[in-house]
């Protein structure tokens, strides 16, 4: 039977779930102790873990300074802000994009390292270990790393492999000087030093659009020829010829927005043991002064990298890069040299198509490794030693960032960066195969998005990250209060941004909404805490014969069609096939992590959909197989080859090996897209969550094995941000895995932190069906524990069906539920049917008027100061702040008060549903001068039964805006383009009775 619900259908809020129970009187008054519903919850170990989570598990802000031109007194202020908000510490970052005269912050005296940023970064460090939060330390000014302390030219720097050419035709002689490089060195870079000379003929059978074709066979040394800087060299007959001279030297990046120091800082070498090492020595001679040490050693903080944006003109490139491949590949990478040769980022020449993709893939498999063991690992080990841990975005380059991430103690994403849900998924492969726990995500930088991002928006981007493993936030981030020359509200890292509205956002007491952000750091520590409890299970592990992520390509079939069933995957890699945990037991790869149910193998996407795999992998698959793990092959895999350049041998046995494997009984090869299915469940692999139809709900599942409770966080959300149309609500029926037989489920409320038996719902073996119903953006968390294990009544009586519109649980009975009287017949687990009474229930109401206070947050007489002008109207109709001319261009707090009349009798068999519509920014509510819950704001509904009285009610509704609209008329020449942000509460509000009636 459909039912209709006030919230337009079932939903998580407001007990409008055909689940859950009620806590009579309960209560979550702002900034005061948690009601005595949650506190008793908080005494039963997981339950209360989830009611009131560590601050380990909180949201971070990345924290912006204008270098070391900051007051320390001010600093420790903004570390009791961020605390006091209910995050878990911050980043610093030396940031400052939004100062276009670097001078003004006297980079020589209060530059990044200097002893005035060591003093500030010691007040944090000492700050935050007194308000129990962690600071983390970003490894450089800006970004990438570098250091004040090394040239372009020194062995230490950034280098690069610059090329010039000159064409020759057949017989012709080429008498002058070694052709210089195409593109000018950098002023800063005073050296460079010519490496080789070679000529190819040129075969136009090679040739691509934007590539020149070479022969291969054709390739000369000429660099013995050279004299004096100069070459003289007859090309032979047959064809035109190319000389390509190849240039080595500094490239000269230096981080972002600079200066940040004097000297100048310059990039270091990310893939040699000498960049590292330059890192580690200005750090050890300058920053880690004995209190910084003593306070690192106490704190628990973590390193930080950016990501690895590396800026040449030319080829990436490190002098040992020669040496180490053929130590690493087996041959010489000169003869190839022209295929992997780059100008700004583009190819210039090419062999064979299938030969040149094998060529590059090996130079960057080389440069990857280099990365991981001489940055990645050689950083870590050394933040070990001073008792940090290391966090880092390892990607940027065409390198392996899954492996990258199994390496690192923290992974880090970024939403603006990454194009798609599959991002993730690389770098939580990586991971969760390496037995690490948290997955770091840079989140909320949206691009013109300054002082006009709302919470919403945040949460909608990272509700859908969280499905595919992303587990804390680090928020694009709070800005130091001041700068030089700054206007109202004070300095911000990335606004204005070349004279423009700038990045989002500078969170912090300037922003009307700080008043309501602990309801926000409440939810995501909430969210962290379940989604860094116990372990992942993942259904399926996709190889990816290369790892890069931020590329937004995602997977045949699971992206497309599998995740709107209720699969869930993520990515590995080959060196993830050596860790202590690649192993299969039970048919599980990696089984006391992800427990991944099958791998999925296709042809990688980053060349041409070969059907690629290394000797060594293939070799492991085998194994794996033979142990019990099902695999599926998509594509023709007759005839494989390894990725790179492999010789006949070589390819030869792996074709073997991958007969071989083709002929296990748990391996299915399918040759096309839509066969996929039908190969899985063939060989008895199903999803942990499932439904019939196609949808939009996302789903990550952990399993903690000490408490024996499985925990399934669900997002109603898009694969991508570009995906259009919008997501739209959804409601059906949902089967979830249980690893616990006895188990019974749960809804855990990240919002209000209460924990909620579900009391409608069917089982099936391991398998528990309830009803799921979510707006766009919205959450829900399901557990799956055992009955009383969760703070409420041990029984295990439950409705599987009513034609009510909820049943709910209240000290320990069944009830059912609705919003309008009449008798209602439900199905309990015992199999009797129940048929209850429910009274007459008054009609729906909504209020005729409202009285409506603004705080007009203005400019004050400093940059940091804000003036408030007081505002009271009455409204006959809810309407934007813009549509009413005292508010057209105000921005701040404004409450919203109105009655309403409740009939006698209103007994405890009574409540209502108050239901906001649509709000801007964020709410709070207050009933009869009580607070109720968070309000969820991304559907703000919520059951106000527990505080409504007959008679006359008085409900507020405190809502909090941008500065949006306050700045486009303060601060014209940056915001005055921007549009008015339509504020307020504008409704529909609805305050829609129901009553309850016992049905067991």
């Not at 972002?256 to 040699?272: I, K, Q, R």
């Not at 010789?647 to 071989?660: F, I, M, P, Q, T």
């Not at 009798?905 to 906001?916: C, F, I, V």
């Amino acid at each position: 039977m459909k039912t209709e619900s006030p919230a337009g259908g079932f939903s998580r809020r407001g007990f409008l779930l055909t689940a859950g129970t009620v806590a009579a009187g309960a209560a979550l008054a702002w900034g005061s102790p948690l009601d005595e519903a949650v506190a008793r919850a908080a005494d039963s170990g997981t339950a209360g873990r989830f009611a009131r989570p560590d601050a380990a598990v909180a949201p971070k802000f990345r924290w912006w300074w204008p270098d070391g031109d900051v007051d320390p007194d001010e600093i420790r202020r903004e570390v009791d802000q961020i605390a006091d908000a209910g995050f878990g510490g911050a980043e610093i970052a030396a940031v400052h994009h939004s100062v276009s005269d670097k001078s003004v912050l006297d980079p020589a005296g209060h530059g990044w390292g200097t002893p005035a940023w060591v003093a500030a970064v010691e007040a944090a460090l000492d700050q935050a270990q007194r308000r129990g939060v962690t600071i983390d330390l970003t490894i450089g000014p800006s970004w990438p790393a570098a250091v004040p302390t090394i040239t372009p030219d020194d062995p230490a720097a950034v280098k690069e492999l610059a090329y010039g050419s000159v064409t020759v035709a057949a017989g012709a002689t080429y008498d002058g000087p070694v052709p210089a490089p195409s593109r000018a060195p950098s002023s800063a870079a005073k050296t460079q030093r010519l490496f080789l000379v070679q000529a190819a003929r040129v075969n136009t059978a090679n040739s691509t659009r934007k590539e020149t074709g070479l022969d291969l066979a054709s390739v000369q040394d000429l660099t013995g020829q050279v004299a004096d800087g100069r070459l003289s060299w007859t090309a032979p007959s047959g064809g035109s010829w190319v000389i390509i001279s190849h240039w080595e030297r500094g490239s000269a990046q230096t981080p972002e927005s600079g200066p940040h120091t004097v000297p100048a800082a310059y990039v270091v070498d990310h893939f040699s043991a000498a960049g590292t090492k330059a890192v580690t020595g200005y750090w050890e001679e300058h920053i880690l002064t004995p209190s910084v040490r003593r306070l690192i050693e106490r704190a628990g903080a973590t390193l930080f990298e950016d990501s690895i944006e590396i800026e040449t003109k030319a080829l990436m490139w490190t002098p040992d890069l020669p040496r180490e491949f053929e130590q690493r590949k087996g041959y010489s990478v000169l003869p190839y040299l022209p295929a992997i040769t780059q100008d700004n980022g583009n190819q210039l020449y090419a062999y064979e198509a299938a030969l040149t993709r094998r060529i590059r893939y090996d130079y960057w498999d080389v440069v990857s490794q280099l990365f991981n063991e001489n940055h990645i690992t050689a950083l870590q080990d050394w933040a070990h030693s001073i008792g940090l841990k290391f966090r880092c975005q390892p990607y940027g380059a065409q390198t392996d960032a899954i492996a990258s991430a199994a390496i690192l103690d923290v992974p880090e994403g970024e939403s603006i960066g990454f194009h798609n849900l599959d991002d993730w998924r690389t770098l939580a492969g990586g991971r969760d195969m390496a037995g690490r726990t948290v997955l770091s995500g840079e989140m909320g930088a949206y691009q013109g998005g300054a002082y006009n991002t709302t919470w919403k928006k945040f949460l909608l981007t990272v509700g859908g990250a969280y499905a595919a493993g992303l587990n804390r936030s680090v928020i694009h981030g709070f800005s130091y209060a001041t700068a030089p020359g700054v206007k109202w509200p004070g300095y911000a890292a990335f606004t204005p941004y070349s004279g423009s509205i700038g990045y989002a956002e500078s969170w912090g007491p300037r922003q009307p909404t700080w008043r309501h952000v602990k309801d926000i750091s409440g939810y995501l520590s909430r969210v962290h805490q379940v989604l860094q409890t116990g372990t992942p299970r993942v259904d399926v592990a996709v190889f990816r014969q290369t790892g890069y992520s931020k590329t937004g390509i995602g997977v045949s079939w699971f992206t497309a069609t599998g995740i709107t069933l209720g699969w869930n995957h993520q990515f590995i890699s080959a060196p993830l096939l050596d860790l202590p945990n690649a192993d299969v037991h039970s048919g599980r790869l990696a089984p006391d992590g992800p427990r991944y149910k099958a791998v999925f193998i296709e042809g990688d996407h980053f060349s041409s959909m070969d059907c690629t795999l290394q000797l060594g992998v293939a070799e492991k698959l085998l194994r794996f197989t033979r142990a019990g793990l099902p695999i599926v092959l998509l594509g023709d895999w007759s005839a494989p080859v390894v990725p790179g350049v492999g010789s006949d041998a070589e390819n030869a046995r792996l074709r073997s090996v991958v007969a071989d494997l083709l002929k296990q009984p748990k391996v299915k090869a399918v040759a096309a897209t839509a066969d996929v299915p039908a190969a899985l469940a063939a060989l008895g692999v199903t999803p942990d969550v499932s439904y019939a139809q196609g949808s939009t709900l996302l789903n990550f599942h952990r399993y903690d094995d000490k408490d024996n409770v499985d925990y399934y966080y669900l997002c109603n959300g898009k694969h991508a941000e570009t995906v259009k149309p919008p997501v739209a609500a959804i409601d059906h029926q949902v089967s979830f895995t249980r690893n616990h037989k006895n188990a019974v489920p749960y809804l855990l409320d990240p919002w209000s932190g209460e924990v909620r038996r579900v009391a409608l719902y069917t089982e099936d073996g391991d398998k528990v069906t309830l009803r799921v119903a979510l707006q766009p953006g919205e959450v829900m968390i399901v557990a799956l524990a055992s009955p009383g294990s969760l703070g409420d009544a041990p029984g295990r009586t439950h409705a599987i069906a009513t034609e009510a519109a909820e049943v709910v649980l209240a000290d320990g009975r069944l009830m059912a539920r609705a919003t309008k009287g009449g008798t209602y017949a439900t199905t309990l687990s015992t199999g009797t049917k129940v048929r209850t009474e429910i009274p007459d229930v008054p009609a729906p109401i909504t209020p005729a008027s409202w009285r409506l206070e603004v705080e007009d947050m203005q400019p004050g007489a400093s940059a940091t100061e804000t003036t408030t002008v007081l505002h009271r109207l009455t409204l006959d109709a809810l309407q934007p702040w813009p549509n009413i001319p005292e508010l057209a261009d105000v921005s701040g707090i404004g409450r919203y008060t109105t009655t309403v009349e409740l009939p006698r009798p209103w007994t405890g068999a009574y409540g209502a549903y108050l239901r906001l519509g649509q709000v801007f920014d964020t709410c709070r509510v207050t009933v009869n001068g009580r607070a109720l819950p968070p309000v969820d704001q991304i559907n703000p509904v919520i059951d106000a039964g527990p505080y409504l009285r007959a008679g006359t009610n008085t409900i507020t509704v405190e809502v909090a805006t941008t500065l949006n609209n306050r700045l486009r008329v303060s601060d014209p020449a940056v915001y005055g383009v921007a549009s008015r942000q339509a504020y307020g509460l504008l409704g529909p509000v609805t305050l829609v009775p129901y009553a309850q009636a016992v049905i067991a």
